[in-house]
């Protein structure tokens, strides 16, 4: 499962981050209430895309502030009883947000994991979030290595955002790189479309499990919407080396809890104000068996 969760702050200010519009005394008033509310939609949401064999074994997490909002959601929120242990990334992003994993330590028994920079500052651009690899072995004795990104964002200057994704993308080739012809997930929010060029970088390199043609993207409107328009920002691939014989397809969740009155994803804010929602992304979810 692939998630950008909008903005999961604690409530709590972090003098090294640029985190004060989530505080209880901000303009968006980001209470106790208002986050342990968004911790408990978020577990609802795990829970229900739990495949028929017990639940995801993966959950890769966009836009987490910091290990704490990890351990609330894993310890004491109603996922706790998934039993899932967590990695958080390290990242130099101005507003502190990270990439995570979700992992079940019973089927995916954690062996390495690392946190990969983009060199965003040396090259002229606003730092961004590190890319996650984290590798562990399976029951089947196979070892799985996954891979969870979250590139630059699109704002602001085209060119310029374009140029800074092309960036993290070299750097998530070359971690792809060092592990050609092993069994590899990628998973994030790639802030482009399928159709976008960025992803000619990935050819060959691995093999997208998103919808392929125009009218099976379309049926499947995307997990995003940008002034009235779906689109697919998030993503999910595997290496070559763990194609399945029946290559399956990631599917949207767009349970009626996730969706607001218009179908669109039921953002946590709209703007500086609450909606009360839990993210503005839907989240994606594939099974695959090898």
């Known amino acids: 499962m692939s998630w950008n969760v909008e903005n999961l702050f604690d409530c709590h200010d972090d003098p090294l981050k640029d985190d004060g519009e989530f505080l209880p005394e901000s303009e968006r008033r980001w209470t106790p209430a208002r986050y342990w509310r968004k911790q408990d939609q978020l577990a609802r949401t795990i829970a229900a895309v739990e495949p028929q064999n017990g639940w995801p074994l993966l959950v890769g997490m966009m836009e987490v502030e910091n290990d704490s909002v990890l351990f609330d959601l894993t310890r004491r929120s109603p996922l706790r009883r998934a039993g899932y242990d967590f990695l958080v990334t390290q990242s130099p992003d101005v507003r502190g947000i990270d990439v995570a994993l979700l992992y079940q330590p019973k089927a995916f028994r954690l062996l390495a994991h690392c946190s990969v920079r983009v060199p965003s500052v ?9 890319i996650l690899h984290a590798t562990g072995l399976l029951p089947s004795g196979d070892t799985l290595h996954v891979v969870a990104v979250h590139l630059p964002s699109r704002s602001g200057n085209s ?5 800074h994704r092309r960036l993290a993308m070299s750097s998530l080739c070359t971690v792809l790189d060092s592990l050609q012809g092993k069994k ?6 790639f802030n482009a479309e399928p159709s976008d060029p960025l992803f000619q970088m990935l050819e060959d390199r691995m093999i997208s499990l998103m919808p392929q043609s125009k009218s099976e993207l379309r049926k499947a409107k ?6 009235g ?3 697919f920002l998030d993503h999910i691939f595997v290496s070559p080396a763990l194609k399945p014989q029946a290559e399956p397809q990631a599917k949207v969740a767009a349970f009626p ?3 607001d009155k218009d179908g669109h994803p039921f953002r946590t804010f709209r703007g500086p104000y609450y909606a009360g929602g839990i993210s503005d992304h839907l989240p994606l979810f594939v099974e695959v068996d090898f």
């Open 122 to 130: 040396q090259n002229g651009f606003r730092p961004t979030r590190d």
């Open 229 to 231: 328009q779906w689109g």
């Open 222 to 227: 995307g997990t995003y919407v940008f002034q």
């Open 184 to 189: 590899t997930v990628l998973m994030g929010d």
């Open 257 to 259: 809890f996730l969706v």
């Open 159 to 163: 060119r310029q955002s374009a140029r």
